[in-house]
């Protein structure tokens, strides 16, 4: 829809990147407001975000070339030659690309490093960012719409798009199509909105709010992986790798949910 944005035509400004760093910058300044009410001072919220971007880029990248290796153990020859003869391109096509879940992990794991290196108790952190994850997610997911990637499959009906043409994904335009990103970006702002209404309201153990996150999110992305046109996320026989993570994840979020895993950690702490 559009990709990238021309600032007076000196250079161009990549749409996706410029939505999700607002994104981000929203999320972080109202972790600071947050954190005081948890016991967690603002400058630690600031650069245990900045440790978990760095996270997330990393786990993205690294996730997005799992699911390229495959292809390149298969075809090594070939890939070790494009590698000799184009470098960038080769490099480009194992690290070019981002998935989400590997950003998410990595996010998490940046903050946990964080705490680790200066001594601050990491579970806090999980309730604080958990209505905040939905949020920077579902303005990716506009990100992603602007620049026409992560898009839907084929669909003539009511909704549907028609993406104008894109040089950075030159088969976006030959069909109308579901709306994906949209649709992902208005489950995951809902969700945002009922954590945010649990974290006032109700009395919720540590864990809990971020183990709601991921059941909620686990089944959401798994039935909309259904919908997804694109074929570069990689997968194992009929299902995709973001589906093969869902289903590992979900039990992991009703374990949080029931809370009593974080309920030890923090009786034998205490």
Known sequence: MFP?????????LPMYGTVFGIGFAIAVLTARKIGPAYGIGKDDITFAS???????LVGAKAMYFLTKLPAIIIHFDI????LKEEPLNAISYAFSGLVFYGGLFGAILGVYCYCRQYKVPFIPYLDIYAPLLPFIHGVGRIGCFLAGCCYGIEYHG???????YNELVPELNEVPRVPVQLMEAGMNFILCGVLFFLMKKKKMRSGQLLGIYFVYYAIVRYLLELLRGDIIRGGVGRFS????????????????????WLSARQSKKA
Do not use: D, E, H, W
């Not at 900045?50 to 997330?56: C, R």
């Open 4 to 12: 990238v944005m021309n600032i007076f035509g000196l250079f161009r």
């Open 50 to 56: 900045l440790y978990g971007i760095i996270g997330l």
């Open 79 to 82: 890939y070790l030659q494009a």
């Open 158 to 164: 009511f909704g549907s798009v028609q993406f104008p």
């Open 241 to 260: 790798t973001s589906q093969i993570i869902s289903i590992l994840l979900l039990p992991v979020g009703i374990i949080l949910i029931r809370g009593k």
